[in-house]
């Protein structure tokens, strides 16, 4: 069955940086584009970035020139490196195969405050 694993979270100060991680199982992940979203505290869920399987990046505006979308397929991860965080960063982080909305991981807790 389809697993992800989301880590790498924390507390980091604004202007700070964090690198995520998603770890993936059961399905062929090098052909699939991935997508990390997030849900800020008592808001909707929100798309951040994708990846194809080809490596193609997209970016959600507010992130774009921050945050930096990787994969490894030889790991069947993502990653996504978090620079310059921003208090309106702060949410839960999940990833996601882009067109799939029925598998979910636990996320990962990004607080960005000072």
């Known amino acids: 069955q389809v697993q992800l694993v989301e880590s790498g979270g924390g507390l980091v100060q604004p202007g700070g940086s964090l690198r995520l991680s998603c770890l993936t199982s059961?399905?062929?992940?090098?052909?699939?584009?991935m997508s990390w979203v997030r849900q800020a505290p008592g808001k909707g869920l929100e798309w951040v970035s994708d990846?194809?399987?080809?490596?193609?990046?997209d970016y959600e505006d507010s992130v774009r020139g921050r945050f930096t979308i990787t994969r490894d397929n030889n790991k069947n991860s993502i990653y996504l490196q978090m620079n310059d965080l921003k208090p309106g960063d702060t949410a839960v982080y999940y990833c996601?195969?882009?067109?799939?909305?029925?598998?979910w991981g636990e996320g990962t807790v990004v607080t960005v405050s000072s």
């Open positions: 996601k195969e882009k067109n799939d909305n029925r598998h």
């Open positions: 059961g399905f062929t992940f090098k052909n699939y584009a």
């Open positions: 990846i194809t399987a080809s490596g193609n990046t």
